[in-house]
């Protein structure tokens, strides 16, 4: 088992940086691909990144290349995503989870947090 508890969410003016932490508890962290996904109101869950059990491999949605970025430190069991240049379509809950073989696709992920809310406003 494994459970996921986001942090760092809330307002912030667009153009500004917001980092989301993600904290795991259970014993499979280590081994699993750590994958950030967001859902705005009336939109279905969007992929966000992606980053593989060691580190190795990292992959973003096209709408956040260039602007967030992924990371984890599997010695404290934590998952970060480091967001900039927000825009008001950043606006959205950040769920994190892991996935045992990871991909942009929501249906490989085994566990999910409870989410973080992240508004970004002018």
């Known amino acids: 088992q494994e459970r996921l508890v986001e942090s760092g969410g809330g307002p912030v003016q667009v153009g500004g940086s917001l980092r989301l932490s993600c904290a795991a508890s259970?014993?499979?962290?280590?081994?699993?691909?750590l994958g950030w996904f967001r859902r705005a109101p009336g939109r279905e869950r969007e992929f966000v990144a992606a980053i593989s059990w060691d580190g190795n491999s990292i992959f973003y949605g096209d709408s956040v290349k260039g602007r967030f970025t992924i990371s984890r430190d599997n010695t404290k069991k934590m998952g970060y995503l480091q967001m900039s240049s927000l825009k008001p379509e950043d606006t959205a809950v950040y769920y994190c989870?892991?996935?045992?073989?990871?991909?942009?696709?929501?249906?490989?992920?085994?566990?999910w947090g409870q989410g973080t809310q992240v508004t970004v406003s002018s």
């Open positions: 989870g892991t996935a045992e073989y990871g991909s942009d696709q929501e249906y490989r992920y085994n566990y």
């Open positions: 259970g014993d499979t962290f280590s081994r699993y691909t």
